[in-house]
């Protein structure tokens, strides 16, 4: 199965936010077809979580956290993100802001 272009997929995780009740922002507007999307979860204390993705040994889509399973300063996560766009303008940057700190992914999370 091929995945969803970015701008379906993108607005498939802005339903499941906003039906949830949070707030989901797209900071960074990448390639509608082919743009890799970069998450960040917006948590308490400024604090933020991001979201990669990846492919697993069966050629599924994953996510990873980049900085690391632990929430970071979110001006560090903003730094990242900058540093990633820098390299490749066609990337997606969403933000999801969620008083639950819920980031709305149905693919797994990779904990390695």
Avoid: C
Wanted: no cysteine; aromatic share 8%.
């Amino acid at each position: 199965m091929t995945d969803l272009r970015a701008r379906f997929w993108v607005d498939a995780l802005r339903w499941r936010a906003e039906s949830a009740g949070a707030s989901i922002y797209v900071a960074h507007k990448g390639d509608p077809d082919a743009g890799v999307i970069l998450l960040k979860t917006l948590l308490p204390e400024r604090m933020a979580q991001l979201y990669a993705p990846m492919r697993n040994f069966e050629g599924e889509r994953v996510w990873m956290t980049p900085l690391g399973s632990d929430p970071v300063p979110e001006q560090d996560a903003d730094a990242y993100a900058r540093r990633r766009l820098e390299d490749d303008p066609d990337l997606w940057l969403v933000e999801v802001d969620d008083p639950h700190g819920r980031h709305f992914l149905n693919e797994a999370i990779d904990k390695s």
